[in-house]
């Protein structure tokens, strides 16, 4: 990771884009701060909070030659003062080559380029230097500037809250977007104003006293959360259900957007069912499947992992308590750094608290709140056999995919009972639940044999219930019921 950061650092000075060595690095900080903007955007500061311990726990490259840096420095900010762009530019670039990893240096360097409208080499820098000072003021404000500039008002508002949030004199802050509120381009206007919006000032403070401004017309929307990084292709002939490499084929690249612009999320509630002749169905109308996926969605979860300062995987999880405890197998966390985890509308940092190689199992904490969550059945008999099952996970990351099938046996492989389903799982898949009709998960998707035609395999949820992992009293389990969703 040192050495990684500093290659960075080096790509992001000498080229403004990182080598290649150094590029999914980059994504991974750019994924820690777009987070951040999205829950600042939100008024969601646990949120930030989250993303900002992450960005914190980076390792980083050792400091570099300060005494050697500080004179460079002094010599930007001169120039910088009497507007010589490119005087300071090439001052700050001494000042950073000497010494890569001091925030301030990196900020001013940000600012500069900035300022010489240089809005891509802008963009790298505020990341880098939010990489290793999360709560500097002046780089979100600079960050904030570089998408208004560029179109991108949403993040421009998240950017300049956590301008606010982290300044050491918020009134300064207000008073810069009142001015950026009277700026061009429009997006950047929208952005700040977007911004003062959601700070909303205490009435009796200068800045509010003296605003003009007329309420805008829309409320701060959060961006969409962005998409880990992805990776180029899946494995062939993997033999468990993941994790999958995140999808990366140009043909997902449509469904999945950009890193910088997010994912669509596949977990929102559908539409309300309609017939066929486009009337909408009457009241108790929907099918089984509708009713457990509408209800089970919100709480199955992405997992996505990182190793070596690097996006690593994705995975599935269930929610299984209030208080964010969530299941999914062991290999889809067993090499990973660092994790973060997705649930319908809320995102987390996760550590891991229990593991298990055999059951193929690990239970995560989380920060996720939830008033439900998943209650585990504790039936395994031949009377499962037949019954109707439901599967949802993230195969190749396409979020809250929704297949059906069957439970086709039960079996016992190397000590451990599993549940064999028809229904079709795909990397990606692991970790994630499958639920009966009566709402209960039934097993955890494990694996799957490629050679057949979907026999794939669920650790049934009897093996999770008699593990060390089992907390009765914050996780629920019971037998066979009926209809619950």
Not at 115 to 139: D, G, H, N
Request: net charge neutral; proline share 8%.
């Amino acid at each position: 990771m040192k050495a990684t950061l500093a290659l960075l650092a080096s790509g992001i000075m000498l080229a403004c884009i990182a080598p290649a060595s150094a590029a999914s690095q980059y994504e991974t900080l750019d994924y820690y701060v777009q987070q951040m903007i999205a829950h600042a955007a939100a008024n969601d500061a646990t949120g930030v909070g989250t993303f900002q311990e992450q960005l914190e726990q980076l390792r980083r490259p050792e400091a570099g030659d300060s005494a050697k840096a500080r004179p460079y420095q002094q010599q930007g900010l001169e120039h910088l003062g009497r507007n010589n762009l490119k005087q300071a530019l090439a001052a700050f670039r001494q000042a950073f080559i000497a010494d890569p990893i001091d925030p301030e240096i990196a900020g001013h360097l940000g600012m500069t380029y900035l300022r010489l409208r240089r809005f891509k080499e802008a963009e790298r820098l505020a990341v880098y230097t939010l990489s290793l000072a999360p709560t500097q003021s002046a780089t979100w404000s600079v960050l904030g500037e570089t998408y208004g500039q560029t179109g991108d008002a949403p993040r421009a508002a998240g950017a300049f809250v956590n301008a606010y949030r982290f300044a050491k004199n918020p009134p300064q802050i207000v008073e810069r977007l009142r001015q950026l509120a009277a700026a061009d381009p429009e997006t950047l206007r929208a952005g700040a104003r977007q911004a003062l919006d959601s700070i909303r000032p205490p009435a009796d403070s200068p800045a509010a006293a003296s605003s003009s401004l007329p309420t805008p017309t829309e409320k701060p929307t959060a961006p969409p959360g962005p998409t880990p990084p992805t990776n180029a292709a899946a494995p062939a002939g993997a033999s468990s259900a993941g994790p999958a490499p995140a999808a990366g084929p140009a043909a997902l690249s449509a469904v999945l957007g950009s890193l910088k612009r997010g994912v669509e999320n596949f977990s929102h509630p559908p539409a309300k069912a309609t017939s066929e002749t486009g009337a909408p169905r009457a009241a108790g109308a929907d099918s089984p499947g509708q009713r457990i996926y509408r209800r089970a969605s919100p709480l199955t979860c992405l997992i996505v992992t990182f190793r070596n300062g690097r996006k690593d995987s994705l995975g599935s999880g269930l929610l299984v308590s209030p208080d964010g405890l969530v299941i999914t197998n062991h290999h889809v966390i067993d090499k990973a750094d660092n994790l973060a985890v997705r649930c319908g509308e809320q995102e987390s940092a996760a550590s891991v608290r229990g593991r298990s190689r055999k059951p193929d199992l690990a239970l995560l904490a989380t920060a996720l709140k939830s008033a439900e969550s998943f209650a585990l059945n504790e039936s395994y008999d031949p009377n499962l056999i037949g019954r109707d099952i439901f599967v949802i996970g993230n195969p190749y990351g396409l979020e809250g995919t929704f297949s059906t099938g069957v439970i086709s046996g039960l079996r016992e492989i190397d000590g451990v009972r599993y549940i064999q389903i028809s229904a079709p799982v795909s990397p990606g898949n692991s970790g994630g639940p499958v639920i009966l009709g009566d709402g209960t998960v039934i097993g955890i998707a494990a694996m799957g044999l490629k050679a057949g035609q979907n026999l794939n395999f669920a650790i049934a949820s009897t093996e999770v219930i008699a593990s060390r992992l089992f907390d009765p009293e914050r996780m629920k389990s019971q037998p066979l019921a009926g209809p619950q969703f």
